[in-house]
């Protein structure tokens, strides 16, 4: 199993950044696929942003290329979720995920408002 313990959300205006950190129970060099979920107010879950340690690999989706950054630090076993350029359409709770061994794990979740 694989526990993974959130933060970094809160309130900014729109143009400011913000870091999410995800910090799992397991080494992240153990675990494959590490990415960041949000689910929007209304809408249904989607992928921000993956990271594939198998192929050195990192996705994003549209909305969030170029103002979003996702990375591992081995050193602190932390993935963060580097936010710039906040839109007020990027509110939404962030969850962490880790794909490890077959299974999806998730995190507690956490709010992310964007707002003047």
């Known amino acids: 199993q694989v526990q993974l313990v959130e933060s970094g959300g809160g309130t900014v205006q729109p143009g400011g950044s913000l870091r999410l950190s995800c910090a799992p129970s397991?080494?992240?060099?153990?675990?494959?696929?590490m990415g960041w979920y949000r689910q929007r107010p209304g809408k249904q879950r989607e992928l921000v942003a993956q990271?594939?340690?198998?192929?050195?690999?990192?996705n994003y989706a549209d909305s969030v290329k170029g103002r979003f950054t996702i990375s591992r630090d081995n050193a602190e076993n932390t993935v963060y979720l580097q936010m710039n350029s906040l839109k007020p359409e990027d509110t939404a709770v962030y969850s962490c995920?880790?794909?490890?061994?077959?299974?999806?794990?998730w995190g507690q979740g956490t709010q992310v408002t964007v707002s003047s």
């Open positions: 995920n880790a794909r490890y061994n077959g299974q999806d794990y």
């Open positions: 397991r080494s992240i060099l153990s675990i494959n696929a």
């Open positions: 990271s594939i340690l198998s192929i050195s690999h990192t």
